[in-house]
């Protein structure tokens, strides 16, 4: 069995470790100590189809272990497709109206927009928001009881740092969490499809 | 049992859109402009979600301004689905 030390390797390191692994071998075994990490391999298993096992080890550290079935799914599964029927996404809202014309009607759309999302079958992931999208968190937006309803739904909402700083916004928050451009460019690597009101 | 609210459609998107300024102008009521919902009409549209116990404050309020709607509806939220049934 092909062993890899994905230590000190956080997410999505060591799936993508023990995915190029899995190309040339039939069962690989993992040493991390990444939290996430075995959450992450088993979601892999899961989609591929490999037997999965876990054990917990000293220090933190988690030995993971996938070997290939009769049933396993050859060719690529995208490393981010966590939800398992492939509906995963994130929203990015960069604006505080939607599409182009009129900003009036553009407010009002994206109010109509994000009350939508609250309604949807799958919610997001997350929203990011970004430049003019951060008035949408901050105190005496009329966004706030939508969105607060999607973060108990489960999404996470994160605002860019710099943006609120820039508007002069930062201690103003009121949902979600605040973000870096680091992690915003990681998430939307990270997700296959990212849904915007352009 | 959900979460019971009101919903009142207009004729054209300009009405709703000065009809919730006109809501918003007055912080005793909880309103927002949301996108039509396709059970109630197949185009598109937008409509103003209030809380419904404040129906008759709000009505009285859009009859001394002299504005009109076209239908209140009656909604309720169960978990992210909403029903609606015509309220009058």
């Known amino acids: 069995m092909k062993k890899i030390d994905a230590l000190d390797k956080v997410c999505p390191a060591p799936i993508i470790m023990a995915k190029q692994a899995l ?4 069962a690989v075994e993992i040493l991390v100590d990444d939290d996430m990490a075995p ?5 892999l298993a899961d989609q591929k189809k490999y037997d999965y096992n876990v054990e917990n080890g000293d220090n933190g550290q988690f030995t993971v272990t996938l070997k290939k079935t009769d049933k396993t799914v050859e060719g690529d599964v995208p490393i981010n497709g966590f939800n398992e029927q492939g509906e995963s996404y994130i929203v990015v809202i960069n604006t505080d109206t939607m599409g182009h014309g009129d900003e ?5 759309l994206l109010h109509g927009f994000v009350y939508s999302l609250t309604e949807q079958d799958v919610l997001p992931d997350k929203i990011l928001c970004y430049n003019g999208g951060v008035h949408l968190v901050t105190e005496g937006s009329d966004y706030l009881t939508d969105l607060k309803a999607l973060e108990e739904g489960g999404v996470e909402i994160q605002a860019c740092g710099a943006c609120l700083d820039y508007f002069g916004l930062k201690d103003k928050v ?9 992690n915003i460019v990681e998430t939307m690597r990270k997700h296959n499809r990212i849904v915007r009101p352009d | 049992m959900g979460q019971t609210f009101g919903l009142m459609t207009f004729n054209t998107t300009h009405e709703a859109i ?3 300024d006109i809501l ?9 402009i949301i996108s039509t ?13 209030f809380n419904y116990d404040e129906k008759n404050a709000i009505l009285q309020l859009l009859a001394d ?3 009109s709607y076209q239908q209140i509806y009656k909604g309720n939220r169960v978990g992210v689905k909403s029903t609606y049934e015509l309220d009058q």
Request: charged share 25%.
């Open chain 2, 18 to 20: 000065q009809i919730k």
């Open chain 1, 23 to 26: 190309k040339e071998n039939d």
């Open chain 1, 39 to 43: 959450e992450n391999l088993k979601k």
């Open chain 1, 104 to 108: 009036t009607l553009g407010k009002n």
């Open chain 2, 65 to 67: 301004k002299g504005f």
């Open chain 1, 174 to 182: 009121a949902v979600g969490s605040v973000t870096n451009m680091f």
């Open chain 2, 37 to 49: 919902p396709g059970s109630i009409s197949a185009g598109c549209g937008m409509s103003v979600r």
């Open chain 2, 24 to 32: 918003h102008e007055n912080p005793d009521y909880t309103s927002s």
